[in-house]
Every structure is written in C-alpha cells, then in structure tokens.
C-alpha cells in the first residue's frame, strides 16, 4: 500500500511540474492574454536607443546595428548590443547609461550587427540574466557563459518579467524573437531586424494578446523592398490597429519616409541618442 501511495505522490509531483511549466512558458497561454488590470501594468516607460546606423544626437557615434536600453519595466533591460563594443559602451558613457545597472540582456537573433557588443558589455555588467534563443549557436551562448552570467535559453513564447514577453522563435532560415512589453498606454513591441516579417509578428503578438498595440519599435527589415511593398505593410499594421510606428536600423530611408507620411504625427523619428519616453506621447 505504502509503495502505491508513493508512486500515486511521484506521479502527481511530475503532473504539477508539468502543469507549472506549460502554464507560465506555453505558447500563448492564458496567463500571458491581456492586461487585466491596467494599474499593474508599466506606468513609465522609457526606451534609450544607444546604438543604430542613423543619428540623433551629434554627440554619438552611429553605426550598423541596433540597441535600446529599456528602463521603467522593473530591471534595468538591454535589447540587443550592436556590432561593437567599444561604439556601445562609448555610447552609453554620452547617455549616462552605467552598464552596471543592466540587469537583463535581451539578444533577438544572432547576426554581428546585434551581438557584437556582447562580450565587452558583459565585462561591465554585474552577471546579468542573457536571453537567446536555444537555437543560437554555440559560440554567441558562450559569451554569457564565459562572463559568469546566467544564460536563459528560450524556444516559445514566455514571461521574463513582469510585464516583460518574449515572442518565442520566429522564422525559417533565421531564426528570431521580438520583445513585447504590457504598458498602460498598450502593448509595445521592439524587434531586432524582424526577419521573420513585421507583419507577422504583429499577428503573432495579436494572437497572443487582446491588447491594442501603442508602438513598434526597431528594425523592419525593408531596405530592399519596393514602395509598393512597404505601403502595403503599413496598411497591414494599420488595420492591426498599431498606434505608433518608430522604424530604424535595417528599415531603410524609404521605409523611414513613407511610415512617416502614413503615421502623421504617430511616426517617431530614432536615431543613437535618442530617448523615448511613452508619457510624453
């Protein structure tokens, strides 16, 4: 009898775990559908664009490639590191940015232009949680690895903080995660280069979520693409109900130009240097 209740325990143990994990790391599961109390939400939030190939202060130094520091959403949060480490931290140094408040490293896919500050921000933080991909290759997972911080390995969509979402993996032959952060004003999303689409992840987003989405921030991936693509896109992420469009890094001039002629004053002009602060919009 004492051997049946035993195995019934271990049994019931697994299911929970099980349970536990699915709940709060599945793809779209409930926990994650909708700000049910908007007062729990982020109140202000604030996005401090450190690096990207298009300039906004004369003071800093632009380049290929993309990082945004995240403040307001609880830790201290870098979204991807640019392609050197010596422009990010230089940058950060103009912006009064200390690298040892970042608690947090957010990499979207493992391209140089994105990872390459990796390593020299890492000497400088004090061994923050890293959130990659699983299917990032060795030596990008190595980096964190090396400077004693935690490595955080993500496939689905998952909660990384309060308020603080990953897409999950995205794409076919690259591989890529957006970030999707609950504020009172709505959902905001910063991608990377949005290889996987930015049209599709914005669907991905309203799938996972009731919320309106108030801004998509970051690289669009539409320096190839023609006019007629790009407006296209733009009434696609219209009619999802987007808000506000801040295209940089990969977006290209005429995505620039043309988001800015279909967003009117909802268009938010980014460059190195730049800060965005959501209660002034």
Not at 8 to 28: D, H, K, M, N, P
Not at 75 to 88: C, N, S, V, Y
Not at 109 to 127: M, N, S
Request: overall charge negative; proline content about 2%.
């Amino acid at each position: 009898m004492k051997k049946i209740i035993c195995i019934f325990t271990a049994v019931f143990f697994c299911v929970s775990i099980l349970f536990f994990e699915r709940t709060f790391a599945e793809e779209g599961s409930d926990n994650m559908n909708g700000i049910e109390n908007k007062n729990s939400a982020i109140k202000n939030l604030r996005l401090d664009i450190v690096y990207d190939n298009n300039l906004w202060e004369e003071e800093m130094k632009p380049d290929w490639g993309f990082g945004c520091l995240i403040r307001g959403a609880g830790p201290a949060l870098l979204f991807d590191t640019g392609a050197k480490g010596e422009i990010l931290r230089d940058n950060m140094k103009k912006m009064n940015i200390d690298p040892k408040d970042i608690e947090l490293i957010f990499i979207s896919h493992d391209h140089w232009d994105h990872t390459g500050g990796l390593a020299d921000v890492l000497k400088q933080c004090e061994r923050p949680a890293v959130y990659m991909l699983k299917s990032f290759s060795r030596k990008i997972k190595d980096e964190p690895e090396k400077a004693g911080a935690a490595l955080i390995e993500i496939t689905t969509s998952t909660q990384i903080g309060d308020n603080i979402i990953t897409t999950g993996e995205m794409g076919t032959d690259i591989k890529e995660h957006s970030m999707i952060l609950k504020t009172q004003q709505g959902l905001v999303i910063v991608t990377g280069c949005a290889h996987p689409g930015i049209v599709e992840i914005t669907r991905k987003v309203k799938e996972l979520f009731k919320d309106d989405i108030f801004l998509i921030i970051g690289g669009f991936h539409l320096v190839r693409d023609s006019e007629e693509s790009i407006n296209a896109i733009i009434d696609e992420l219209k009619k999802m109900g987007v808000r506000y469009a801040a295209p940089c890094h990969c977006s290209g001039d005429d995505a620039r130009r043309l988001f800015k002629k279909a967003f009117g004053e909802n268009y938010i002009e980014v460059g190195v240097g730049k800060t965005i602060d959501l209660s002034e919009l």
